[in-house]
């Protein structure tokens, strides 16, 4: 996993999953991601998100 290498660890992960199970998706961002999104995501949801992740 990329957030457990020091070089990676500030690195923004998105996750885009049609995943319903509230429980795995607190899951994954306790331990991996940094934003979940749920299909079907809205393109200026996706920019804005992708932008305030990536700091531009």
């Known amino acids: 996993m990329a957030k457990k290498r020091p ?22 961002k306790q331990v991996v991601i940094s934003t979940f999104l749920r299909k079907l995501v809205k393109e200026v949801q996706l920019k ?9």
């Open 7 to 28: 070089n990676c660890k500030f690195v923004p992960i998105v996750m885009l999953s049609s995943e319903e199970d509230e429980a795995k998706i607190a899951e994954a």
């Open 48 to 56: 804005i998100i992708l932008q305030v992740d990536l700091g531009s």
